[in-house]
């Protein structure tokens, strides 16, 4: 394992200072990484939700399609880490709210392509920008060559999930 003598030093910080946990805690890296992934989470779907009606698992769908149109329910499922049950409900409600349609596959009429309508990807080009102002402000504290970097070896650990993700422990 790598020390973590890093730019997050919070041993002066004040005493009670939760943040503490990220010296302490035995996963630093999965702690960290669910600790930004939930900042950064949370209050965009939940904005999204109270703005535009839409759950968790049907925002990332959207979100999904958006750059994958066409993409399977299953593939969403793979690329995205979240269970197949979430998923076949965002699926079955934004098709309720005309915002998807699903198309059967030509080789395979058991296997649906799902693909934003108007409506859907209208919805997306009106929340998106402001995820991504989120993620600029996310990132700020990162000059360009560290959020290069950084990007890059979360490109690496992504592609190494399926060697590990079914590991039993």
Known sequence: MPSDDSADDLSSAPAGDARQIFQ???IPVAYKVGYISNSFREP??????TDYG????ETLVLIFLGEIDGATASEICENSGHL???ISRAVTGLESKGLIRRLASADDQRRQHLHLTRRGRDLL???MPRLQQREVAMMKSLTQ???AIFNELLGKVCAAVPQWRDERF
């Open 125 to 127: 080009r009106k929340f």
């Open 24 to 26: 302490r805690v035995s």
């Open 84 to 86: 197949k049950n979430n």
């Open 44 to 49: 965009s779907f939940r904005t999204i939700e």
């Open 54 to 57: 839409l759950s968790r698992p």
């Open 145 to 147: 060559a560290e959020y």
